[in-house]
Every structure is written in C-alpha cells, then in structure tokens.
C-alpha cells in the first residue's frame, strides 16, 4: 500500500495500468535468464580436507542453441577483482564449478571452443555449432581454446593471501582478514576470451547483451561433524534492452546500471545495459538460541571505487556506510540503528560482503525488550553515494548504492535454508528516505513515475 | 539470445544480419509495472507445494511452515487457502496483519491439532521510535469492508474435530465425510497440497473459488511477503528445505475490494475464477510463467540427487464434481520436457508428437514432488550425472481459461499458456539440503511455446510479446 499518511483519502485510485508484459523489459530482477551473473558471497576453507572444508560451489548454464563466453571474476571482499576466467559454453552447455578446486588445488575445470558438438533428436534442441554465434570477436575459435591455463603455484599462493589476509605481494591491502577465502564473483556475457575483467578500460567493448545465462550457488558448511548445505539462484542481472554486438551503445530506460562505478569515460554511461539492484531489503530473522534456528544474512554491497582505482582506494570498499537499519519484532516493535537523523551517526559500515549475524548488533540493531526471537529487519543499505557514480535527473542527491540480501537460517543439527531476501522497490527506485524524516514511512518503494 | 530458427540457420549459411541489432528500450524502470516475477512485495503468495506428516510426533514429523510478513505500516488481512494436490479449495483461514507484523504457521499444528494461527485486529500497536516505522493502527486501512474489525476480532483459531478429521482426509486420501461426493485430490500418507495468500478487505470464510471473492473482497496492495521451510526430521540426518513464497504482484497495485482497473496484463493468476465478472482480469494478479529450466543432479547414493516440485494451474474451478471438478486436474498432460546432459545430449519427450514414445503419458496433478529420475521426464540416456531439463509444462488449456489475445497462443492453439512453478531440491547423504526455484523462459505474459520439433521451436529464451 504505497501511500503516504497524508494520501489516506486517496482510497479508490488505482495506478495506471501495467507499463509492459515484455520479457526483459523492466527494472525488476526475476528468475529468467541474464547476461550478468552474480554470486553475492562465497567462502572457501581451503586448508581443510574437502570432506570437511565450507566450500562454494556454482553452476552456469547456457540456455541458447548458440555458443557463449561467460567471463567470471572472483572480487575480494572489498570488491578488488582478484582474478578472471573464461568460460567457453557451447549451445545448452552447463558448466559447474567448485572454488576449493581453486583456492586448495589450484584448478579450474577447463572448456574449449572446439567442444564437440551433438546431434540431437529435434531441430529446437540442436545446439548450433561453436562458431555460430555472430557477436563473437574474430579471435575467439583461437583464444578460446583450452581455457583457462593452468595456475602456477606462486599465484595460487597470491589468490590464498588476497582473498584471507586482503594483501597483495606488492604489499598493498585490498581485503579483509579471515581465515577462509570470502569474497564474491560476477559472470558476465562476453565476446571472447580475453583476459579482462569490468575494471578493464576496454571491457566494454567487449561485453555481450544476451540474456541467455542461468546458474545457481551451493554452499557446503559444516557445524562440528554435522554437514549441511544451502543454495539458491544466482542473482540474474538482465541486459535491458539485449542483444547486438560487443560495444553497441543503445538507449536504455535504465536511469543507471550494474556497472556503474566503471563507465565514466565510456560513450554511455549506461553502456553496459545492466539491470541496476535494489537498495532496501527486509529480510526475516529469528534469533531461536542453541535449540532453533538462527540467522545470518549474507549482505552484497556495491563498491565506491572506479575503474581507475588504486591499490590503496580499495579500503573504502571495506567500510561502506549504511543508511537506516529498523528491526521489527514479532510484536511490531522497533529498534533503530540510525532514523533520529539529528544527532545520531549512521551505522557502522560494513564491506562490500559480508556474512552478518542477525544477533549482531552493532551493524543492525539491538533487540526489543519483548524478548522476541523472530521478525524482520527494514535494511537500507545505501552507502550514501560515490563520485564514481553517475548521476540522473530524479534521483538527488545522488542514486542510491546497489545491493543485495540473502537470508541463511540454521539449526542444530542439520537444518539449512537460505533464501533470497524480498527487496522493497527494484533498482530504479530512488533513494529511500530516512525512517525519521518527514513523511518517511517504511513500506514498499514508490513508482518513480506513478 | 533470441533469434528464431530461421535466423540461425541464415547464420549458420554465413549471414550476420542479426549481429548488432537490438530491442527497443525498456517500456517501464517502475516497480510494481511488469510482468515479471520479482522478488518485491505482492499481494498474493503462493506456496506450491507442502507436505505434513500428522500421524508422528511434532519431533519426528515431516512439517511445512511458512511466514507471511506484512511490509506496509497499514494493516492487511491475509487469507490463507489449502488447496488438495487436485486444486479444490479445501479450508481456508484469515490472518489479521498490523501494520509491520509477521505471522509464522506451522501447517503441522493445522492438521496434527486443528490449530489456526491466533490473530485479531485488537492486537496492541507499539509506539515506535520514528515517524515511518510507526505502525498506523488497526482500522486505518482504507480499504477494509467495514465490518472487517468485527470479522477479525475473533477469527477461528482452533479447528472442529469433525472438520479436522475430513481435511485429513482430502489431503490424504482426497475425500471426506461430506464434503465431497467424489474424490477432490490424491492418496499419499503425509497431508500434500499447496497454498495461496491473498491481501483480501475483511476476514471471511470465502476462497478464490467463492462466487464474491474476487469481486467482492480481493485487494490489490502489494504488501505482502513471505517465505517457507520443509522440516525433514531424521535425528542426527535431520534436514530442511526452502525458499521464497512466490510473490505474484496486483499489475497495478491499488484501490478497493471489488474496483475494476485495467491492465495489460493478457490473463491473469486467478484467471479461471473470473468467468463470470466484468473483467477477465479482475484479479490483477500477475500470471505464472510455464516453461522452466532447472537443473539436475543424478549422482546416485554418494551425491547430490533431484527432486523437483512442480506446481500447476489447474484446468478449472476444482468443484467437488461436474465440469469443473476437481478430478479433471489430476493429471493434467506436460506439453514438452527435454534433458539436456553435461554434453548438451538432448533427449525428448512429447505429448503431441510421440518422438521418444514411452507410456504412461506425462502428466501430473495440481502439485507433485517428482525424482528428476521420473518417468515424466526423459531417460537420462547417456548417463552423464547432471545437466538440466526442459520443462514445457503447458497442459493444453481449457475452455475455463479466458479467450487468447491476439499474439499469445500459438497457431493450433484454442487458449493461452497454462501457468507453472517449479522448485529444484537437491539432496546428499547425509544432510545436505538445497531448494531453489527454477528459473522460467519468459514471464507469464509470453505466448505459449512451440514445440521443439516444430518451425521455431528452438529452445531458448522467450520472446518479447511485443519486441
């Protein structure tokens, strides 16, 4: 019920009616295929045996008859992008991958354009052959071959340090201190297999538009000798509109895009085409203690730092700041980190992932004196705005910041869910104000242009 | 990438005509304005599937739970319907939301103990620290029917063991002392259904079937969210599973019980239930995609392995008998599955065509957990352990459907699309657990596909209804 207090006598007007039925063709992000990919957090305990280590393990499926190039990218908790790789799918190819292969052996499951091909039973499940689709650069049939290559062990040792103790051999920091391998990983629709990745001057030149990838996340943890598992859909990033060739700018509705804080300098700000993501999320929690269930959220936060940043910019990523954080108990009581808008500072900030307890209150907000174990947290997590970012009319001061929510649940034993936060508006929306501030009220996000 | 066979084959010969051509720009950057399934809040959520073992202790039961949440600081009034694998509305129950509360229930307690969740519009409202995270008090919803406050006072919290007895029974056995003269779902030993949400104006004993729901209490504020858990208890094996409710959103959201708005919507969720209102599409509700892509594990006893749930529109209303009953749902015909190996192997299995012939046809009920080792999809010929399946799960139509628009049924076709859900549950020995939702070809506003040995039946991407 999106109205504010002042609009309650607004009680019969309806909106106007539904601006598309189009497939890609919005700012909502959905479960349909996309052309970006995300894997919001992932973590791997690779000095463990792999019967006993937390790993993450994703998938990517192509569901085209045409070949494509996934271009995945492993980013720092403080989104450093750490190291790429291509992947080469052929037409209805589905690739997974597992990150302890990675970060403890130092493998990564090889694809190759000269995969054979199949000869299937009907024309509309015949892959088509692995030359056949037409954005594809001249150099893909060559630079696709076999890839990625082989690790050598003194970079394996570099990714292991990076993404544990956040240093660079160079000695420069660019993420956190844990002791397992956290970060997050993009997977775009590329046109070849060359060694980029969105920080790259020239990677938009090479970026696709086909909204043809689909893939899920598993991630296999381990609470003393009991194991469980948790999962859900990538984050699907559409291209709004798709199709055409590598570096084809073309109008977009899309006030801004996933890859924002990268296409200064670009012909288009919007050159990528990226479905932007919400920043307002209400996740649920429950805090049951030893004996129920308990929630972590796992927070993907969009990064302030450009494509031309430096080594040492990297630590703004490390400490995005939040906006308003309200948590509801289950008798509708409310506890602020932030909203007296006056004298109280903003909550504490938090890096570009995390995995955040629900109990944790010094991010999110204590609890209510009710005792309540369960309800839900009103997170907006706009980090207050980069210069890296582009600015659109309708949107001041600034857009908000990008991110995303997933709820992780657990019990003793064995019992694991993960689910998607909802997201209070999509990524269009304009920035949400405080809870405190006139005429705010949490809620669903209004139409920018109702 | 959407270019039709044709196109592939001109590409194929050498053409590139299609490379650096693209769509027109977004029609909407709104919320609330699409046709698209999103995870934003909505005002009806649908859990396709549930199953509830009430014969064994709460311990050691197989248990559905799910929590509907309210988002908006006006209170809302959900009402929660089961409905039988076959799609008969068996009971329904209201739960009365202040503004910001969420409301778990435990489908153990209904069928094990007849107990209802305990809600009332004289629940206390807290005094909250800031202006927006202020709940507005229980009769500041405009939209309310006016006696809702006196409806929701006092809403049933606890079941007639007769009436407990025969929901046991249609969930089980899918008759009943009664209620029904002929059977209205399927036999299984655990309760199975699946359940819708709705925002709804005034706590009433009325479901989506009720000739005055859509017209006379549905709302259309998209307030709503929730998710749901399957406990599988083992003792030290214990696992769960779960997910999102599916949040189908009122296109467009806004105004009172009973207004007619228009919409682009070609059909709508509830689309079988308005045969008699002025607008087909007076529920507003977005409608279910029907083709899905999920992935498979078939790893044997030391992996990974996939069940699928599959949730399906039913042909009709789901009456006890007659031309709408419910028994006419049971096993509802799935278009088209392929199974595409890590190969990219590809194998068919038609209802049409009879290119991989092997009986019985596949067909499923309104809801089903289905081993992706099932006879409704085709057999894994090359043994790889994993690939993905796809899953045409249009079942033909109906004449309770509302008449095709122009450009949304395929040439042969009298009606559009049926709508679907489908969920992917993975399982390892011994406790590893996933569920995710599949993901559709398209949204439920894309015509009705093609087969694949069909001119133009390339899997792939759903076109734009409007490119």
């Not at chain 1, 920091?173 to 020239?202: E, F, M, Q």
């Not at chain 2, 969740?117 to 909250?128: A, D, G, H, R």
């Not at chain 2, 065509?353 to 067909?363: D, F, N, T, Y």
Request: overall charge negative; charged content about 10%; some cysteine.
């Amino acid at each position: 019920m999106k109205r504010s207090i002042a609009a309650l006598a607004l009680l019969v007007a309806a909106a106007a009616m539904a601006g598309t039925t189009n497939n890609d063709d919005s700012c909502d992000i959905a479960w349909q295929p996309a052309a970006t990919l995300l894997l919001p957090y992932f973590q791997v305990d690779f000095n463990s045996p792999p019967q006993s280590a937390s790993q993450t393990l994703f998938t990517i499926q192509n569901v085209s008859a045409l070949p494509q190039i996934a271009r995945v990218t492993l980013w720092t908790d403080w989104a450093f992008p750490a190291y790429s790789f291509p992947v080469f799918l052929t037409g209805y190819d589905v690739q997974p991958y597992n990150l302890y292969d990675l970060f403890a052996n130092g493998t990564v499951v090889g694809t190759s354009a000269d995969t054979p091909v199949p000869e299937n039973p009907t024309f509309g499940s015949q892959p088509v052959s692995n030359s056949a689709n037409p954005n594809f650069l001249p150099d893909v049939q060559s630079g696709c071959l076999n890839v990625p290559a082989a690790l050598p062990p003194a970079f394996i040792d570099e990714l292991r340090r990076i993404f544990t103790v956040g240093t660079m051999s160079a000695g420069c920091r660019v993420g956190g201190t844990h002791t397992d391998a956290i970060g997050y990983i993009t997977i775009d629709l590329v046109a070849t297999c060359a060694p980029k990745n969105a920080t790259s001057p020239d990677y938009f030149s090479i970026l696709l538009y086909d909204n043809v990838l689909t893939g899920d996340y598993e991630q296999l943890a381990h609470a003393g000798a009991n194991h469980y598992a948790q999962g859900s859909p990538l984050v699907h990033i559409r291209a709004i509109p798709e199709g055409g060739p590598a570096g084809a700018v073309a109008a977009t509705s899309l006030p801004y895009t996933f890859y924002d804080r990268f296409t200064a300098g670009q012909p288009s700000r919007t050159i990528d085409r990226r479905q932007p993501l919400p920043s307002v999320f209400a996740p649920r929690w429950i805090a049951g203690g030893t004996n129920s269930l308990n929630t972590t959220l796992k927070i993907w936060r969009e990064g302030v730092t450009s494509a031309t940043a430096v080594c040492s910019d990297y630590q703004r990523n490390g400490d995005l700041q939040t906006r308003e954080a309200v948590r509801f108990d289950e008798h509708e009581n409310a506890t602020l980190t932030s909203g007296c808008n006056i004298l109280c500072g903003p909550p504490p900030g938090s890096p570009a992932t995390a995995a955040v307890p629900a109990t944790f209150a010094v991010f999110l907000p204590a609890f209510s004196s009710s005792g309540d174990a369960g309800g839900w947290l009103y997170l907006n997590l706009d980090n207050g705005g980069s210069a890296s970012y582009s600015a659109r009319p309708g949107y001041t001061p600034s857009r908000p910041s990008q991110a995303w929510v997933i709820t992780s649940m657990f019990a003793q034993p064995t019992y694991a869910i993960e689910t998607t936060a909802i997201a209070l508006g999509n990524g269009c929306t304009p920035r949400a104000p405080l809870s405190g501030e006139p005429k705010a009220q949490i809620g669903p996000a209004p139409n920018p242009t109702p | 990438m959407r270019i039709a066979a044709a196109t592939i084959l001109a590409l194929l010969l050498g053409g590139s005509a299609a490379a650096g051509t693209f769509s027109t720009p977004p029609s909407t950057t709104n919320n609330d304005d699409s046709c698209d399934i999103s995870l934003e809040p909505a005002a009806t959520l649908l859990l396709p599937y549930f199953e509830v073992d009430f014969n064994a202790s709460r311990a050691a039961a197989v248990q559905t739970i799910f929590t509907v949440q309210n988002v908006s600081a006006y209170p809302q009034i959900a009402n929660v319907t089961l409905w039988t694998d076959w799609g008969f509305p068996a009971y329904n129950f209201s739960i009365f939301l202040t503004g910001y509360d969420v409301q778990p229930v435990n489908l153990y307690d209904v069928f094990a103990t007849g107990a209802l969740p305990v809600t009332s519009s004289s629940t206390t409202v807290p005094l909250n620290p800031t202006p927006g995270s202020q709940p507005q008090g229980n009769a500041a919803n405009p939209n309310f029917l006016p006696g809702a406050a006196a409806a929701c006072a006092g809403t049933p919290f606890a079941l007639s063991p007769p009436l407990l007895q025969d929901l046991r029974l249609l969930f089980t056995t899918g008759t009943s002392s009664g209620v029904c003269s002929q059977a209205v779902g399927g036999t299984h030993a655990n309760a199975i259904g699946y359940a819708t949400i709705d925002v709804v104006a005034t706590c009433a004993a009325k479901n989506p079937s009720s000739s005055d729901y859509v017209s006379g209490i549905l709302l259309f504020d998209n307030t709503l969210t929730g998710d749901y858990q399957l406990i599988v208890p083992r003792d030290a094996k214990s696992y769960a599973q779960g997910g999102t409710l599916v949040p189908i959103r009122a296109i467009p959201e806004g105004g009172a019980a009973g207004a007619i708005a228009p919409t682009n919507l070609p059909y709508t969720f509830y689309d079988r239930y308005t045969r008699a209102l002025p607008a087909r599409t007076a529920d507003r509700r977005q409608p279910l995609p029907s083709a899905f892509v999920p992935r498979y594990i078939e790893s044997g006893a030391n992996g990974f392995n996939t069940s699928l749930k599959i949730w399906r529109e039913t042909t009709n209303a789901g009456a006890c008998s007659g031309a709408d009953a419910a028994a006419l749902s049971k096993s509802m015909m799935v278009a088209e599955s392929v199974r595409f190996d890590e190969h990219e192997n590809a194998a068919v299995l038609t209802n049409t065509l009879g290119i991989v012939p092997v009986p019985p046809a596949p067909a499923t009920a309104a809801t089903a957990i289905v081993p992706s080792t099932s006879f409704l999809f085709p057999p894994n010929i090359f043994r790889d352990a994993g690939g993905w399946l796809y899953l045409n799960l249009n079942n033909g139509g109906s004449s309770n459907y509302s008449t095709s628009r122009p450009g949304f049924a395929r040439p042969s076709s009298l009606v559009r699309a049926s709508q679907s859900w489908a969920i992917v549950s993975f399982f390892a020995e011994p406790t590893y657990a996933v569920e995710l939702p599949a993901i559709a070809l398209g949204n439920g506003c894309s015509p009705a596909r093609p087969f694949s040995s069909e001119p133009g039946g390339n899997i792939g991407p759903a076109p734009n209804t409007t490119p």
